[in-house]
């Protein structure tokens, strides 16, 4: 008696689930962990948050008035349980002064805030004023970014996109 059509069909559903099950089931569960702000990357002991450039707006327009400069409100962050860190000073291709001198303490575990809500109530760092940028580059956009590099004393250099804000809502 040979193997009839029905046989060939069954054993090759057989062998597919098997193969299937076999391959699905020898796969290793990827380590639980943080996500780190989403992105999947460590975070290092300094890091800058909440980063974006504040231009001044031409009034009931959305368009940046170059010559009134803007500022650049963000918040560093120094994970270091026992040293402090310097914010030596702010470079940026937003603007024409290009380094932007800031020599502020970061104390140990705490952050501190430039021109946004204190934290002080969280961890002591508190705030700071928002570091002036001066005249703004020309093609510089409400919505685009600006290539920012954050100088300190002992994480180095941290360069980053920085956003501009978009434009105010506008007023009827």
């Not at 890091?47 to 031409?58: G, H, Q």
Request: a negative charge; proline letters at 8%; glycine letters at 10%.
């Amino acid at each position: 008696m040979g193997l009839t059509p029905t046989h060939h069909f069954n054993t090759s559903l057989v062998i597919i689930t098997a193969v299937a099950l076999a391959t699905s089931g020898c796969g290793e569960d990827p380590p639980l962990g943080s996500s780190n702000r989403g992105s999947g990357s460590e975070t290092e002991r300094t890091s800058v948050e909440n980063a974006f450039i504040v231009p001044t707006f031409l009034p009931g327009r959305c368009a940046i008035q170059l010559d009134a400069g803007a500022e650049m409100r963000f918040t560093v962050a120094n994970g270091d349980p026992t040293e402090s860190e310097r914010l030596l000073s702010v470079s940026t291709s937003a603007s024409s002064d290009g380094d932007i001198a800031s020599g502020v303490e970061i104390p140990a575990e705490s952050t501190v805030s430039f021109g946004q809500p204190t934290t002080a109530a969280v961890d002591g760092g508190g705030t700071v004023s928002a570091v002036q940028l001066g005249r703004l580059a020309p093609n510089l956009t409400p919505g685009m970014s600006a290539s920012v590099t954050f100088h300190f004393d002992r994480a180095g250099d941290i360069e980053m996109p920085v956003p501009v804000e978009a434009c105010p809502t506008q007023q009827k």
